[in-house]
């Protein structure tokens, strides 16, 4: 090997002064089109084939909604669908100052399924019944009785 080769040749960028061949667009080419945009702001209307719009109401829709609703029914629907004994699950709700606390109930020989091992199941339902509540605006938290 030669010693006037250099071991590697690194790609050619060239120059400095080669940059002011380079042609800028003009500011007649450059274009504003934010006017052009159109922002649906009214977020109290429904979705394009009538249904509801996560985290919108209409003012008619406001007053009818119970406090932790989908919260409640997310939790009952996962319970029943766990447990041997479906009929046994009852939900209370008690609407306070810092959310909805449900307490569930279910038979005896249910309690294990529903706690699951090391608590996994009942931390799964918490955090299910949780984010159901946030989609609402409200929170949650759920309490397992004997």
């Known amino acids: 090997m030669a010693s006037d080769t250099p071991i590697f040749e690194g790609p050619d960028f060239g120059s400095i002064d080669d940059a002011?061949?380079?042609?800028?667009?003009?500011?007649?080419?450059?274009?504003?089109?934010?006017?052009?945009?159109?922002?649906?702001?009214?977020?109290?209307?429904?979705?394009?084939?009538?249904?509801?719009?996560?985290?919108?109401?209409?003012?008619?829709?406001?007053?009818?909604?119970?406090?932790?609703?989908v919260a409640r029914s997310v939790l009952e629907h996962v319970a029943r669908?766990?447990?041997?004994?479906?009929?046994?699950?009852?939900?209370?709700?008690?609407?306070?100052?810092?959310?909805?606390?449900?307490?569930?109930?279910?038979?005896?020989g249910d309690m294990g399924r529903i706690i699951g091992k090391r608590g996994r199941v009942a931390q799964a339902l918490r955090v299910l019944v949780r984010s159901a509540a946030a989609r609402d605006g409200s929170d949650a938290s759920v309490d397992i009785v004997d």
Do not use: C, K, Q, W
């Open 20 to 69: 002011d061949d380079v042609d800028l667009a003009d500011d007649a080419d450059l274009v504003d089109d934010s006017d052009d945009v159109e922002v649906d702001t009214d977020e109290t209307e429904n979705d394009e084939e009538g249904g509801y719009t996560a985290g919108t109401l209409s003012d008619d829709d406001a007053g009818n909604r119970v406090s932790g609703g």
């Open 81 to 108: 669908s766990i447990v041997d004994d479906p009929d046994a699950v009852v939900v209370r709700a008690d609407s306070g100052r810092n959310g909805t606390r449900f307490d569930l109930h279910v038979a005896p």
